[in-house]
């Protein structure tokens, strides 16, 4: 039987020999929620006898992994993919799944003629006549960063660095930062380039999440908050500063809506979130850690006022807990000692913007980066959103603001300013598609968004469907039509939140 070895702190079950020598099977469960893996061996039957070593492990995944052909876009073949984070990977394979241990990997993975499989690795061998392919991560990385897709796939060579993966259109995320094989949704291709914001925020993740990661999903804003700054940051290399301050008053406008619809004093509106038994990690997943997990970041280089000499501490910053997980403290004291200035004028004291108080106080930001520098990109914005929301659109003053020169985002802006002005008055919704057809037939799924929002006034399925819902017969009638015709082509999860909407 399984014998524990208090000398060498594991149990030894040879799981071959208890298969062929006594016929029983041993059985795993895993607790939902919980921070690591536990392996229960339970067995009627007392012969199983001891080794030094494993001989397999047996897993199997759910419904969820697996896409049928209608739900690809070639809709011929199936497709498989993992989603790990926040602590899904214990259905995978065995794993102390938590974001504080990290660890390598090698895989050896074998599929039938005509797929390929792909994962995160650092390493790809070229896989065998039948199918086999091999793979090897020799960087520790947390557990819920491990990740394989396999599927119908085709490649093309763009750059030396990054493999990013194009997802099926049912995957429900924006993307997921997998170490060199990032997922992106299918969305990202709009045509224009306009949504290459997300995978700057991506690519960020290689030193902020997975080089350096949140030792648990209480400090996920280690993480986005980062993140964030660093994608702004290199934003502003490539775009500017005015474009930089669009994009992110932008993001500011979606944490007041979050913050709004949840309360100032929802516990999930902390950057430091108490993750007890019963609560998802996932709930962790808002607009908080990504943008008031940003202005904290950005506060802090406030208080240094050199740009490059915080460019220095996040690069040091990065050195010094690379392949480690960390907590807020172990952030805040290397800040602290890397600016011995800061920590004699006691700056994490500071009457109201108190370390403390930002990591553990909900509700709005105390400090809001100046975003001024793109006012020459949303004042026309303002300014359009006033016209079209008056009574009377003056449509010669609508004529001389152009959108046809505009980017993305500042488009994105004067329909936020849209959103939050309506309903329009009687007419103005028509007029304004007659005007600017462009952007109601865009592919570009940001501005797609908004435009439905501001036709159904409220993001992306589950809103829209809520919306629906709420609004009259014909609308609901809409939306149950509309749900079991495009019911295949979406996620099952999706589904399920769907038909928890319909009910």
């Known amino acids: 039987m399984p014998v524990y070895r208090p000398s060498e702190g594991c149990i030894h079950i040879d799981a071959l020999s208890c298969l062929r020598n006594t016929g029983i099977t041993i059985y795993n469960s895993a607790e939902p929620r919980r921070d690591s893996l536990e392996v229960s061996v339970r067995t009627s039957r007392p012969s199983c006898q001891l080794i030094e070593r494993i001989e397999s492990i047996l897993y199997s995944v759910f419904q969820v992994c697996w ?10 073949k199936p497709f498989f993919y993992t989603q790990g984070q926040a602590v899904l990977n214990r259905s995978f394979f065995p794993c102390a799944d938590t974001p504080s241990v990290k660890i390598t990997y090698s895989a050896t993975i074998k599929v039938p003629h005509g797929l390929v499989a792909v994962m995160s690795a650092s390493q790809w061998h070229e896989p065998s006549a039948d199918g086999e392919f091999r793979f090897t991560m020799d960087k520790p990385i947390p557990s819920y960063l491990i990740a394989l897709a396999i599927g119908d796939l085709e490649s093309a060579e763009i750059g030396p660095r990054c493999d990013i993966l194009i997802m099926p259109p049912s995957f429900p995320f924006g993307g997921m930062e997998n ?18 914001d997300v995978l700057i925020h991506e690519i960020s993740h290689s030193w902020f999440g997975n080089l350096v ?10 993480n986005e908050g980062f993140t964030m700054y660093a994608q702004r940051r290199i934003t502003t290399m490539i775009f500017g500063h005015a474009y930089m301050c669009l994009e992110a008053a932008t993001g500011r406008a979606l944490l007041r809506q979050h913050i709004d619809t949840t309360g100032e004093e929802h516990p999930l509106n902390k950057l430091r979130v108490k993750i007890e038994p019963g609560v998802d990690p996932d709930d962790t997943y808002n607009e908080t850690p990504y943008e008031k997990g940003f202005c904290f970041v950005s506060y802090l280089a406030h208080l240094v006022g050199d740009q490059k000499r915080f460019d220095d501490f996040l690069k040091a910053y990065v050195e010094k807990f690379k392949f480690q997980s960390v907590v807020a403290e172990d952030m805040l004291n290397f800040y602290l000692g890397y600016f011995p200035e800061l920590k004699q004028q006691d700056v994490a004291n500071k009457p109201g913007l108190e370390f403390e108080h930002w990591l553990n106080v909900p509700g709005w930001p105390r400090f809001l980066p100046d975003l001024s520098p793109g006012d020459e990109l949303m004042k026309p914005a303002n300014d359009l959103a006033n016209l079209w929301s008056s009574p009377e659109v003056d449509l010669e003053k609508v004529k001389q603001i152009d959108i046809s020169l505009w980017k993305t985002y500042q488009t994105v802006y004067f329909l936020d300013r849209l959103l939050e002005k309506s309903p329009l008055p009687s007419g103005n919704m028509v007029l304004l598609e007659k005007t600017y057809p462009k952007v109601s037939k865009t592919k570009n799924s940001e501005l797609r968004l908004r435009w439905t929002q501001i036709i159904g ?4 399925t589950l809103p829209i469907y809520r919306a629906l819902w709420a609004s009259s017969e014909t609308a609901r009638k809409l939306a149950l039509s509309t749900f079991q015709d495009t019911k295949k082509q979406l996620h099952i999860n999706v589904q399920n939140y769907v038909s928890k909407i319909l009910m």
């Open 67 to 76: 896409l049928e052909p209608e739900q690809t876009a070639g809709k011929v």
């Open 179 to 196: 170490p060199c094989l990032t997922f992106v949704t299918p969305c990202l291709l709009a045509g224009d380039h306009s949504l290459v």
């Open 213 to 222: 990661t949140n030792a648990d999903w209480g400090e996920f804003w280690l």
């Open 457 to 460: 006034k409220q993001k992306y």
